[in-house]
C-alpha cells in the first residue's frame, strides 16, 4: 500500500482547486491543522508554483483574507476526446481552461496509431501557436468511446472498433511526453466529469448520456463519477428479441444505427453532425428516427432512474445539439416510464458545456492525476529536503 501524506501538501492542495476551502483560516477548519502546519505546505506550494495568491475575500471584521488558487500558468495539459466519427483535441492551462483547440471527423475506424499520429502532429502545431514545447507539456487525459480496463490501463472491451480493445493508448504518447502523467477514461465519463464540475454544480447525482454515432452512459454519485469494478459501469441494454443475454443499446438506438437507416433511404451521411444538420433544417425522416430513438433511450433511462433516483439526467454528445427534436422525446420517455417516487423533482436538459464537455473532461482527469494527493506531497517534501 502507498504511503498516505495525511498532513502532505497535497491535502491542501486538493481542497484549493476543489474550491471547498481556500483561505488560511478555511483550510485550517477543514484540516484540522495547526497554524504552523498549514503555513509550512502553503509556502511548500507556492515555493513549486503550484498555487498563487489571487487576492483577499471579505471578512468578518479584521483583516480581509488572502485567498489562493491553482497556478494556471504552470504548466500545459493535453486534452483529447474521441467520439465515435469525430475527434477534438485541445490544450488547457492548468485549471482546465481551454487556450486552443481543433477537430476533424476522423473516426476509431481509422485505427490507434492513425489517431494519435494526426494528434501528435496537431498538438505539435497547437504547442507552437502557443510558443510552448513539450516540455511545458505536464499531464495528457485521453476520452475512449468504450471501457478503459484501470488495473491495466489497457482499453477493454467492447469497443466501437476491435482494433482499439487491448489497447495501451500511453504508449502513443511515450516518445514526445514521456515525462507527462496520463490518464484515459470512456468518453462519456470524461464527459460526466466536466458536467458535474463545470456544467452542473449545483447537482450531487446525475446520469449522463453521450449520444453521437455510439451511444453510453455514466453516473456521477455523491459528486463522483462511479466506474464499476473494472470501468465498465453505465453499458445500457435493450432486451433480444430472441431472448437470452442482452444486447447493446448502441445497437438498437444510436447516431451509428440512425446514419445506417439513413443510408438505406438514400441519404449521404457520415457524421453525427450530418445529422444534427440534417434536424436543424427541419428534415421529416430524420427528426422522425431521432424522436423514435429518443424514446427507446427514455425508456432505458426510466429504469436507470428509479435505480439510482439521481437529481438531473444530462444529454450530451453531437445529437443533443439536434435540440428538443431529440432531448424531449428522451425526457418523456423516462417520465412515462419510471416511478413516480423518482421522478420528483427530477430535471432532464442538454448539456450546458456543449461541444467543448469532453476535451474538458479530458483535461480533469489529467489534473487530477497531476494532482492526485500523494504525488503532490512527495514532490514538494522532496524539494524542500533538497534546499
Known sequence: MPHVFSTGSGVALN????????????????????????????????????????????????????????????????????GGSHTRLAITDLASNVLIEDEADIAPSEGPTEIFDWAGQVFDHMLGRLNKTHQDVVGIGVGVPGPV???????????????????LVREFFAERYGHAVFAVDRDVNILALAEARRGWREYSDIVVLKAGIGLGSAFVLDGSIYQGSRGGAGDLSWPNANGGRLQRLELVASGGVIREELRTLGYKVRTSQDIVDLARIGDREVLRLLSEHGTYIGQTLAGVVGLLNPQAVIVGGNLAQAGEAFVATIREAIFAGAREYSLKGLVVEPSRLGSIAGVTGASLIAQDALFAPDRISRLTRTAAKAQ
Not at 491543522?33 to 483577499?56: N, P
Not at 480496463?149 to 482499439?164: K, V, Y
Open 15 to 82: 481542497l484549493i482547486r476543489s474550491g471547498q476551502a481556500t483561505s488560511r483560516r478555511s483550510l485550517i477548519n477543514h484540516l484540522g491543522w495547526s497554524r504552523i502546519t498549514l503555513a509550512r505546505r502553503l509556502d511548500e506550494l507556492l515555493e513549486a508554483k503550484l498555487i498563487i495568491s489571487v487576492g483577499q475575500s471579505d471578512s468578518q471584521g479584521g483583516r480581509p483574507a488572502e485567498e489562493f488558487a491553482v497556478n494556471p500558468d504552470a504548466g500545459l495539459l493535453l486534452a483529447v476526446d474521441i
Open 149 to 167: 480496463d484501470f488495473e491495466s490501463g489497457r482499453l477493454g472491451s467492447p469497443q466501437l472498433d476491435p482494433q482499439w480493445e487491448n489497447v
